[in-house]
Every structure is written in C-alpha cells, then in structure tokens.
C-alpha cells in the first residue's frame, strides 16, 4: 500500500478491522460514487440550483470525510450552509479547488486500490 | 528410487547371509574337528590294559612268591598248589601282554623281556625251592640204604628180625614217581624226605643199626661184624657228604638270591621304562590328536576366512556401486524436487500475480458498471446487472487464488484471542439461513453443552473454515438438511480442549475415489461438480490448510447418494473466567448485544452503508440495505427489524417523513437519525428517532448507540 498525499485512510482502516478488502471496496465507491457527485454540483452551481448544490456538496462532503479529506469536506459544507453568501468567483474558485482535489482523490484511490492486497 | 533401495537392501542382507552361512559352516567344522579329539581324550581316560597287565603280572608274581614262601615254611602242600595257578595266571596275563604289544615294536620288545625276567624269577624261585631241600642228603641216605639192603635181604631170610624190617620205609613207586611233573616231584621229595623225617631219620637209622649190630652179634657176629662197620663207615662218609652238600646248596642259594634281587631289579627298571615309555607314548598321542586338529582347524579357519573376505570384498563391491549410483539418483531427485518446487512456485507466484492482475481492473468494472447503472436506463441496467453480477463472479474465483498462495507461503498468522464459541457457530447458521431456505433445505446446529464457554484463538480464521464447509454442503445438497455440530472431544491437563466441528448433509456425496483428492489444489470430484456448480476447486484445500496451519485435522466420509459429513478437529486452550469477555470497540470485538439483531440501513449513499453494514456484521447482527425512503418503507412493511439506521437526507421522502410515517403505522421500533450535520441533533428527539449518530461515526459509537436503543 503506497503513502498517500491526499487521502487519509486511517479511519476507513480502523472501522474494517484490517479488512482491506472492505478499505478497498470503500475505496472503489468512492471512486465510483465522486465523479458522478461532482458532475451534479457542478452541474447544479451552473444552473444556480442553489438547494441541489448543497444536496450534493452535502452527499459529497461525507464521503470526502470518509477518505481523511476534511479541508474540502469544509469547502463542501460551505456550499452546502453558506451558497448564498459565497460571491460567484469564490464559488467558482471552491468548485475548481473541490474538482482538483476530488480528481487527485480518485487517482490516488485508484493507486490505493490496485496496489493494496487483499 | 524406492525399488532400488529395496535392491540395495537385498544385496547387503545377501552379502550379510552368505557371511553369515561361511562362519557358520566353519564354526560347525571347527566344532567337528574338536570333536576329533574326543576319542584321544577318551583313550587317554581309559586305563592302560598293558600298565595294568604288567603290573598284575608283576604282583601276581609277587603273590607267587608269597606261597612260595608260605610253602618253605609250612610245608605245606596247599601253598605249592597255588604257587602253580598264581604261575599259570602270570603265564596268561604274559601271553596276553606279548599280544597287546605285538602291533608296537618297543612295546613288544619291553614285554618280552619282562616275560624272559619273570620267567626267570618263577624259575629261580623254583630251583631255589628244590636247593632248598636238601638233594645232596637224600642222595646220601639213599646210598646208605642202598648199603643196608643186604642187611635187609638177611633179616629177611633169617626171619628174626622181620618186625624191623618191615619197619622201614617202603620203596616209592617208580609209575607215580614218572607221572609227576617237576613242582608235583618237588613236592613228592619233600613228602618222601618228612615221611623220613619221621620214621626213620640218621640218627634213628643209626640207632636201628646198632639194634641190628647186637642182634646179628648176638646171632652171628663174625659174619656180619665187618659188613656192620663198613655200612657205618658209608654212613659217616654220607653224613660228611651231606654236610658237605648242605654248604654247596647253601652257596647255590644265596647265589640265587642274588640272582633273584637281581632280577627283581631289572624287573623293576622294566617296569620304570615301561611307564615312562607309555606315559610318553600317551603324551605323544595327546599331542598328536591337538596336532591333527590344529592343523584341521587352521585350514578350515583359513579357507573360511579367505572366502569370508572373498565375499565381504564382493558384496562391499557391489554395495559401494549401487550405493553411487543411489547417490547419483538421489542427486537427480533432489534438482527435480527443486525443479518442480521452484515451478509450483513461479506458477504460485504467477497465480497470485495474474489474480491479483485481473483482480484490480475487475474491481474497477464493477464500480464502472455500478455507477453506469446508476444513470442508464432501465434495459441497460438489466444488462449492467448481469455484467456486474458476472465480474463479482470472477472476482469470487480470483480472490481463493490468492488466499491459497498466502496459505502456501504460510504468510497468515493466526490471531491468539479470547472468543466465544457458541457465537461462531451461531454466527455460521445465521449467515447461511438465507441459502438454505432458498435451496429448499434445513440448516439444523447442535452445539454440545459441555462446550467451553471461551478459547482462545483465531475466531475470524474458524469462522471461515465452516463457511466454507457449510457454503459447500448447502450447495451440494438439494433435499434434505445440513447439520453442523460442535462437540467437545477431550480436555488436556495443560488446559487444552479438543473440539470437533461437523458439517454434514443429505447431498449428493462424492465417490469413494474422488474422497482422496478433494483436499487438492484446483480439485473437485469430477469435472461435472465444476459444470454445474461452478467454482475454483480451492475452497476445500483453503479449508484444509487452514485446519492443518492451526494444528488440527480435517477427515470426510461421504457415501453417494446419501450426503457426505466432514469432521474437522481443532484443540484450544479453554480461557476459563467468569465475566464475560467484551472485546474493545475499536479492536472490532464483537458484541454480544448486537449478535443476531435485524437492522435496516437506509441511506442513499453507498459508503454510508457500506461503514453502517460493516460495523453492524462485524459485531454479528444482520442488516438490510436500502436507499430511499420508499424503499425503506416497503422493507418495513414485509420485515420485522429490531432497529433501523434513517439517513435524514433521502431523495423522495426524506428520513424525517419517512419516520412519521412508521410510528404513524403504530411500530414502534428504535430508530436511529445518521446525519453529517451535527446541529440535527437538537431537534431529531421531536421528529420520532429514538436517537441520533453524526457521521463520519466511530465504530464503537454507532454501536453504543445501537445496543443502548436495543434494550
């Protein structure tokens, strides 16, 4: 299992017992499950769908949780309280912040993934 | 190689055989050949005829002259007598040695001389006898008498002095007289010279003469007075010879004693070189017979032991090359041995780095697929479906193939903590109930009351030894039942109990055949089994190594047709306490409040249930999964659940509504609000939940929660 630079597993590990198997699958829903999440926020902040934007910064923010990312889980739960209040360039610069961090999560998930035994 | 060996083996235990035959042989020979001296010994023991018959001859002799003297000094006849026999038999017992020592030429000689020297001595003492007697007087008497006779003749005529005559002695008869032999005339002498001791001796002749004198002075002394003077003169002249002859004879006597001492010497010096002689003679056939067999002997001993070492040089040989050539082989057995442990390897390792190849990317297929389904339509979710089901399926197959490449590399290592038995097994039935009311079958548990409470061990690694026992017997078995028991076998002094944990079934069996290799890698019983059941063939070896890592056994008997029972026996040592072990949260203990509880999990998103369902498994309850509200209300609406874990934020019905709606149908089952936002927590108590938990949760705070609601 490689170090990782974003993604804190400690929590996923402790709940799984040393079961990487179940560190892998969360793993692979997170992969799985982000993407899709963060097309919707996105999606949801262009059309200015406020309330859908923070349903779906809400869905993402656990998840960013889950995986040891509290910095953008924080960002996440900025949009999902505080939309209203966050200027249109704050916001835009929160969601690309939020995508990039979110697109090295995957990658490194999915290096997590294929190198871990299980 | 196992038949060489046995060759080999048998050319040792030859070689050792035919060693063993030779020593025998020569050991029998040398015990013959010893024997060989038995009859020498034998001679040597018995006594020595000739030793006894000299002797005897020597002591008859003795004897002889014993009566001899007994008769010169008695007189008498009797003596004379047995002097003769005693003669006779030393002439026998002579004979008799001249006969033994015929074949022996000194020995022959020797008996001669002592027959000559006895003779001699017998003869000796003959003449010394007949010396003794006096001859030389008689013969003087005699011619005195001869002298008298016409004195006689004139008495005789004259009538007057008849009474005198008559008293002379009569005339010995001359028949008689030539009849005896020399010993009876000896003693016939004698006799005639006592009778003339007696009647008439000198002294009484002369007495008889003078009576003679006066009568014929008296009757006619002129005639006779001249011839009167000249018998007396012949008498004087018979008194001087026989004085005369008495110093002769006594001369001849001591001469022949001399003679007699003489020959006893000689005798005796016989007699001394005769027992050397046979002493010598016995030495000489001791050493003899010693020789014969020594030399016997040494040539058995020889010849034994040159093909004693014939044979060892033989077969020794014979050993050495076969022994190479088993060193040769053994060498090429042992680079195949590595040749094909360094292939199971490499094919291990090729195994393990294929599956865990395949493995990745299949994991990512179905998370593609998963999330594909999320958004396609209704038929191309059907089809995702199938796609998903079939990669999990792979996945299924893969995922062994590394477990056994671990087992073989005996990279597991087995935990060594307290767990509760009774709860595996439960935990077992429980996991499998489902299977077998779906497969038409009873899943039946029967957990023996003497059954420890606690042991201690590897309950994860038991736990996957009878899930895969009982995943195959459910799976195997159509009709019927699968049991699975777990009985006590035996308690150690060291505090050690033997368990045995049975599944059986009413399944279809496996041929007696198949039984042996069911435990291998890769197997199943036949090639059907894999047709219609599907499967890698490595979950029973899985199952095997795990028994056989944790120092059990594993057995199966099966009859086709009728079901097939495995017996698994594990030891552990019983952990005996009185409180019951609560293992920490955060270790992932299991708790026992949880064990076998129905729990519904509704949250739409899958991580959420994913950590929900794992918490919930790991500490032995059941769950139930949905993602919507109107999910969760169906599931609650056909199924009795303990307590249920409401997300807040559903999409439709949200958590909160979908709450009212339960406790408006009247159920009034703990309900616990799972929520990211913390202020919920204020206001979830007026909503209907029991109570609520604040993701991300900690384990041991999703269960406290959880067995505090459960009562």
């Avoid at chain 1, 630079?5 to 799985?32: D, E, P, W």
């Avoid at chain 2, 009878?466 to 078995?477: P, Y």
């Avoid at chain 2, 594990?570 to 920490?584: A, D, F, G, K, Q």
Wanted: proline share 3%; hydrophobic share 40%.
């Amino acid at each position: 299992m490689t170090t990782q630079k974003h993604l804190n597993l400690s929590y996923i590990k402790a709940l799984s017992g040393g079961n990487n198997g179940f560190v892998v699958r969360m793993l692979q829903t997170f992969c799985r499950n982000v993407p899709p999440g963060m097309s919707k926020l996105n999606e949801h902040a262009a059309a200015g769908e406020l309330v859908e934007v923070g349903q779906s910064a809400h869905k993402l923010k656990t998840m960013f949780r889950y995986v040891g990312m509290e910095g953008i889980a924080n960002d996440l739960e900025r949009l999902e309280f505080n939309l209203s209040d966050i200027s249109e360039t704050e916001r835009s610069n929160l969601l690309r912040r939020i995508d990039q961090a979110a697109e090295k999560a995957i990658l490194e998930a999915q290096d997590v993934i294929l190198t871990t035994p299980y | 190689m196992t038949g060489f060996v046995h060759a080999v083996t048998a050319k040792a235990f030859a070689g050792f055989l035919f060693l063993a035959i030779v020593f025998g042989v020569g050991l029998f020979l040398i015990y013959r050949s010893v024997e060989g001296l038995n009859p020498a010994v034998q001679r040597i023991r018995e006594p020595n005829k000739i030793v006894e018959l000299w002797g005897d001859a020597i002591k008859n002799v003795n004897v002889a002259a014993t009566y001899m003297r007994s008769y010169l000094l008695t007189v008498d006849p009797a003596m004379l007598e047995k002097f003769d026999a005693q003669r006779d038999t030393i002439a026998s017992e002579l004979d008799t040695l001249r006969l033994l020592s015929l074949n022996n030429p000194e020995r022959s000689e020797r008996a001669d001389s002592l027959v000559i020297l006895l003779d001699q001595k017998l003869e000796e003492m003959t003449l010394g006898v007949v010396a003794s007697q006096g001859d030389a007087m008689s013969a003087a008497i005699d011619d005195a008498v001869k002298q008298l006779d016409p004195l006689e003749r004139k008495r005789e005529q004259e009538e007057e002095v008849s009474t005198a005559r008559d008293s002379v002695a009569p005339q010995p008869k001359a028949e008689e007289k030539k009849k005896k032999n020399f010993f009876q005339r000896i003693m016939l002498n004698k006799q005639k010279k006592k009778s003339a001791d007696t009647d008439m001796d000198i002294v009484q002749l002369a007495s008889m003469l003078d009576s003679i004198i006066v009568a014929d002075t008296i009757a006619a002394v002129s005639d006779t007075v001249n011839h009167t003077l000249l018998i007396a003169e012949q008498l004087a002249e018979a008194k001087t010879k026989d004085y005369q002859n008495r110093e002769v004879q006594l001369k001849d006597e001591l001469r022949m004693l001399a003679q007699m001492r003489t020959t006893d010497s000689t005798i005796q010096a016989l007699s001394t070189r005769m027992l050397r002689a046979e002493q010598e003679a016995t030495a000489d056939l001791i050493a003899q017979a010693s020789t014969e067999v020594r030399k016997s002997s040494d040539y058995i001993i020889t010849v034994l032991a040159g093909g004693a070492i014939l044979l060892i040089v033989f077969f020794t040989v014979i050993i050495r090359r076969d022994v190479g050539r088993s060193a040769q082989l053994q060498r090429q057995i042992d680079q195949a041995r590595i040749n094909a442990e360094q292939l199971a390897k490499t094919r291990e390792e090729f195994a393990a780095n294929m599956s865990h190849e395949i493995r990745s990317p299949l994991n990512a297929i179905i998370g593609i697929s998963e999330q594909l389904s999320k958004t396609s339509s209704l038929e191309q979710q059907k089809l995702l479906e199938g796609l998903i089901r079939s990669s999990q399926h792979l996945l299924g197959l893969i995922n062994p193939v590394l477990d056994v490449t671990r087992l073989n590399a005996n990279k597991i290592e087995f935990e060594s903590q307290p767990f509760k038995l009774r709860e595996v097994m439960h935990d077992v039935q429980y996991a499998f109930n489902q299977a077998a009311v779906d497969q038409g079958i009873k899943l039946l548990m029967k957990v023996s009351a003497d059954v420890p409470e606690y042991v201690l061990g590897d309950e994860v690694r038991l736990r996957q030894i009878m899930f895969n026992l009982v995943s195959n017997a459910i799976k195997f078995t159509d009709h019927g039942s699968v049991t699975i028991t777990c009985d006590k076998q035996g308690e150690t002094a060291d505090g050690e109990c033997r368990l045995s944990f049975q599944v059986a079934d009413t399944g279809i069996g496996i041929e007696r055949e198949s039984l042996a290799r069911i435990f291998e890698e890769y197997t199943q019983a036949n090639r059907g089994i894999a047709r219609k059941f599907g499967g890698t063939g490595l979950g029973l070896s899985i199952t095997r190594k795990l028994v056989e890592q944790q120092d059990g056994t594993i057995t199966v008997t099966s009859e086709p047709g009728r079901g097939t029972v495995f017996h698994v026996a594990l030891t552990y040592p019983i952990v005996r306490t009185e409180e019951p072990i609560v293992r920490r949260l955060d270790n992932n203990a299991p708790h026992h409040r949880l064990k076998g509880k129905n729990i519904l999990v509704c949250d739409d998103e899958d991580m959420n249930r994913m950590l929900a369902v794992m918490v919930i498994s790991n500490h032995g309850g059941f769950t139930v999964e949905c993602a919507s509200g109107e999910e969760a209300l169906e599931k609650i609406h056909h199924l009795d659940f303990d307590l249920i874990l409401m997300d807040l934020n559903l999409p439709g019905i949200d958590g909160k509504s979908v709450v009212a709606l339960i406790r408006a149908d009247g159920k009034k089952l703990p309900i616990i609000a799972v929520t990211g936002n913390a202020h919920e927590q204020d206001s979830i108590h007026s909503t209907g939940f029991n109570g609520i938990i604040i993701k991300p949760y900690q384990e041991a705070q999703l269960v406290d929660e959880i067995v505090r609601h459960l009562g």
